[in-house]
């Protein structure tokens, strides 16, 4: 598999009061999935950790991605990777058509904890 046909995933977790906006590849020898790395990450949190969101996009953005999320959310920046965010700022991820997602997936079961009835038509729900 070459660089331009990888994979990469930017991701929301929740837990507790605070969203981790990261990211991860696909298609490596050893993929790190969202589940690999939420398996690393819930052990140390004093919150049950929940997957809220997965953006697919190629592996050449993703870098890009998570950095406009990340700036884009500097001033609610908690520590890290760690923000606090608020509905807006969620639904705000799933109105920009300009970025170069092409898969987008939400956990329907978080939808209510965040405000949301339900999803827009182009976003999937993951169960």
């Known amino acids: 598999m070459n660089a331009e ?8 977790i929740k837990a507790g009061p605070y ?3 990261g990211k991860s ?4 020898q050893r993929p790190k999935t ?3 790395r939420m398996n690393g990450v819930e052990p140390k949190l004093p919150f049950q950790a929940d997957l809220l969101a997965q953006y697919q996009c190629f592996f050449q953005d993703m870098d890009r991605i998570e950095r406009l999320l990340h700036d884009r959310f500097s001033d609610k ?3 890290g990777e760690w923000f606090e965010l608020s509905d807006a700022d969620l639904l705000w991820t799933l109105e920009q058509d300009e970025m170069p997602f092409w898969w987008v997936g939400w956990n329907i079961d978080i939808l209510p904890t965040i405000g949301l009835k ?3 038509e182009r976003i999937y729900g993951l169960a």
Do not use: A, C, F, Q
């Open 19 to 21: 969203y981790k906006i």
């Open 5 to 12: 046909t990888r994979l990469g995933m930017i991701y929301i």
């Open 77 to 79: 920046r908690h520590k």
């Open 34 to 36: 969202v589940i690999d």
């Open 118 to 120: 339900e999803l827009p």
């Open 25 to 28: 590849s696909i298609g490596w």
